[in-house]
Structure formats: C-alpha cells, structure tokens
C-alpha cells in the first residue's frame, strides 16, 4: 500500500490573502513583535489586529462610496459658512446629520435664491451621511433627466431607475433650473414616483413649488409631483444673499 505524502500545508500569508484578510497580512509580523515587547496577551494581540482590519475595510468602503456618489468633496460641511444661516435652519440641519430621516424615507427640498449655498449644503449632508455608511448618488437635474431620456430611448428605462433606487440618498441639484420638455419632464416624474416612499430625495430648487408648472408642464402632474415630494419631507428656506457675491466683495475690499 503506497503511503500518500502529506501536502505541505499553506503558509499563513497565503492564508490571509484567500480570506481576503489584506491588511492582518500587511501588520500581524511587526505587530507580533510589538505584542512580545509588551507582553500583550494572544487575545490582546489578535483583538488589535481585528481592530485595524476593521478600520481599514471601513475606510475603504467609505472611499469607494464617496467615489460613486459623485458629490464634489469640496463642498463639505467644515467648508460651509454655517453661522451665516438663521439659528432654526441650523438646528433643521444637524438634526439630519444622524441620518435617521433615510428609515422615514423622508425628503430634503431646499429652496433659495441662486447663490445661497443650497447645492453646497446639501452635498455637504450627503457627505456626512456617507461617513456613517450610507449610500448617496449626486447629480444635476438636467444631466439625470438626459440620462433618462436615453434609458427610456434604450427601453431599459425601468432597469435604470432600479439602478437608482439601490442608492438610499438621491440628491437632485437645480431642479428647474432648465426648463424641460414635455419628454423630460415624463422621465423626471416617473423617477419621483418609482422613489415615493422606497428611498429620500434632497432637492435644490430657485423656485417656490407656486412656479413648478413651468417643470412639469400641467397642472395635474406638478401637483402629484409636490404632493410625493411633500409628503414626508423636510424644507430648508435658504432666503439670503448670495454667498459667491458677498464672497467677490470681501475679495474687492481686501484688494482695495
């Protein structure tokens, strides 16, 4: 009978890269001689190397969501001038930090004249909320509604809303801005239908829903289109002066 040879077995670095254990890989060896210097039990020395995997995957995966949201990281809250907002808007805002508005699936409309920061304060949230690992997609309307238009030109107009609808947060930047036609406008409310109540919408719009006809092009659809952004939201009045003009004329003094 011919006795089979035992198989060598893997080394723990090969180990480590099957379970995808990439960053255990990277440090167990140093941190091992760290625990041995200190005396750190096995429990100790194994818990820390959790630890920075841990760490390390979150970080990651924090990264790979900004990525995709394709918010302008430049627009972060520590960036935002939030002293220039009156106390209750304030309050509005950090009160939505927590993300707990996405269970409610409720929406964030925020309104104001052209330069009040309503598209920075809103990407600024949306980044808050992709630190506590939320998922978040960003884009301007009239590039969303293109994008629709060619889904719907494709028949695949169902698959892209589906595709939309895996992200927890869609924030919608100048809705209005640009008047839409009538095709448009059907793909931009189709899209606000398929999200009623399944995940949060945060809009920014310069116009107050009495002129959102000019959007939707009909009574009956603006309506049924507010009444779904309404329902279950939270509106921010951003009624003040232009931050990029205020900002030009600080520039212009300090020149002076």
Known sequence: ????????????????????????????ADDAQQAATETLSYQAYLQGLVEREVESRKHNRISRLLRQSRLPLEKS????????????????IRSLLDGQFLARTENILAFGNPGSGKTHLLCAIGQELIQLGHTVYFSTC?????????????????????????????????IGYVQQNRAEMEVLFSLLAYRYERGSVMITSNLPFSQWE???????????AIDRLVHHSV????????YRIEEAKKQKRKVR
């Open 142 to 174: 009239s590039l969303l509604v293109q994008d629709l238009l060619r889904a719907k030109r494709d028949l695949v107009l169902d698959k892209a809303l589906k595709k939309l609808s895996k992200y927890e947060v869609l924030i919608i930047d100048d």
């Open 77 to 92: 809250l520590s960036a935002f001038e939030l002293t220039r907002l009156p106390n209750k808007i304030v309050q509005q």
């Open 214 to 224: 000019s959007i939707f092009k009909d009574p009956m659809t603006t309506a049924a």
């Open 1 to 28: 009978m011919v006795s089979k040879k035992k198989q060598p077995s893997p080394c723990l670095d090969d180990l480590l890269t099957e379970l995808r254990l990439s960053t255990i890989r990277q440090h167990y």
């Open 235 to 242: 509106i921010l009045e951003l009624n003040m002066k232009s």
